[in-house]
């Protein structure tokens, strides 16, 4: 292979078919070496040697999967859940909540929601949709 690198085809076939023991598979077997050198030579850049990817084709752009959704809200769930929590109202939790959070006792709203919610991460979610219905509605009042 190394022959064949820096262009010495006789040496190589001299050499591979002592290896080798006939001409026909010497020749057989410079030509194979040859192909593969040719396209390493055409796959490495020029100067750097660095391989070039080849072109694959065009990748297929996969669609999410569908565990990957759970949690998203889509329009159609907001919409129905603003349509919902117009006609019914909050919940007396979220009443409660909201009254605490008016009167600026930010951590004791959050320690009740907490109770009720299970979890303190999801309290600090209600609380923070709590107070942003507040403000909503302080800015509707003041118009």
């Not at 600026?104 to 109770?115: G, N, P, V």
Request: net charge positive.
């Amino acid at each position: 292979m190394e022959l064949l690198k820096v262009s010495k085809d006789k040496r190589a076939l001299k050499f591979l078919k002592r290896r080798l023991g006939t001409h026909i598979r010497a020749k057989r077997k410079r030509e194979e070496l040859s192909n593969i050198l040719a396209h390493m030579r055409k796959a490495a850049h020029k100067t750097t040697k660095i391989k070039q990817l080849q072109y694959r084709g065009d990748r297929k752009v996969k669609g999410i999967r569908p565990s990957r959704t759970k949690g998203i809200q889509t329009k159609h769930t907001k919409f129905v859940r603003d349509l919902v929590r117009e006609v019914v109202g909050h919940a007396p939790y979220e009443k409660r909540g909201m009254e605490l959070l008016k009167v600026s006792k930010d951590k004791r709203a959050l320690k009740f929601l907490k109770r009720r919610l299970g979890t303190h991460i999801r309290a600090k979610r209600k609380r923070e949709e709590l107070s942003n219905i507040l403000a909503h509605m302080r800015k509707a009042a003041h118009k």
